[in-house]
């Protein structure tokens, strides 16, 4: 098992570039979850998804979009990059049922210049 | 809303001894989870421990373990016998239990440092 599988490990954009975070697990994982981490901040909800073709907005979600065409991926979606969206960004799945832990993604930093 | 607060924002421990972490939660509900995270310096995000709120008896796991207080929303984690691989971002976080957002509410984090 690889686990969760982030793509790019680093990025750097430019302002108004478009990009996409991927994000894939090999655990047959129904959820699916995008946070953002700051400097000296926790995690952050991005989007998070319950299943293929199922999606909602978490706590910071502008900005942002993403899609769950299967159960193994969930891309992660920037449009017009700007500044704010600095930050290191993390996958995260879990198996159904509510007891479950969350298995993260190694992250990935990105910079918009 | 629910939020999570650790009010310390670096420790540090001498190899080999004791440290405790702290984190208060606010929160109205009665069932959900509570969880400390370790971020080392990979950024890898690793459960350390995991308590659930209708259970009274603290999670242990091996050196690692926590002091649950329900009616005071305090939820620290004590590390026992420090080792230099304990060094890292501490996060704790929250989930809501059946029925709730799926998210994890999490701490700012806190930076444990042992000292050889």
């Known amino acids: 098992n690889a686990g969760v599988t982030q793509t790019p490990k680093f990025r750097i954009l430019k302002i108004g570039q478009s990009m996409t975070l991927q994000c894939t697990q090999d655990m047959n994982h129904n959820y699916m979850y995008w946070y953002r981490q700051d400097p000296g901040m926790g995690l952050k909800l991005i989007y998070y998804?319950?299943?293929?073709?199922?999606?909602d907005k978490g706590e910071v979600p502008n900005g942002y979009n993403v899609s769950r065409s299967t159960t193994e991926d969930f891309p992660l979606r920037l449009e017009l990059a700007a500044p704010s969206q600095t930050s290191v960004y993390f996958c995260?799945?879990?198996?159904?049922?509510?007891?479950?832990?969350?298995?993260f993604g190694p992250g990935t930093r990105l910079t918009v210049l | 809303a629910q939020t999570v607060t650790q009010s310390q924002p670096e420790m540090s421990v001498q190899e080999a001894e004791t440290v405790t972490l702290s984190c208060t939660y606010d929160?109205?509900?009665?069932?959900?989870?509570l969880f400390w995270y370790k971020q080392p310096p990979s950024r890898q995000m690793i459960l350390v421990i995991r308590q659930e709120a209708y259970k009274q008896q603290n999670a242990t796991e091996n050196r690692f373990s926590v002091n649950f207080q329900k009616a005071a929303k305090s939820f620290s984690l004590k590390i026992s016998d420090s080792q230099l691989g304990d060094a890292a971002m501490y996060f704790c976080?929250?989930?809501?239990?059946?029925?709730?957002?799926?998210?994890?509410?999490f701490g700012k984090g806190m930076k444990l440092t042992v000292n050889p």
């Open positions: 995260a799945s879990r198996e159904t049922g509510v007891a479950n832990e969350q298995f």
């Open positions: 929160t109205s509900e009665s069932d959900y989870y």
């Open positions: 976080a929250y989930r809501r239990g059946q029925g709730g957002s799926e998210k994890l509410v």
């Open positions: 998804s319950v299943g293929a073709g199922i999606t």
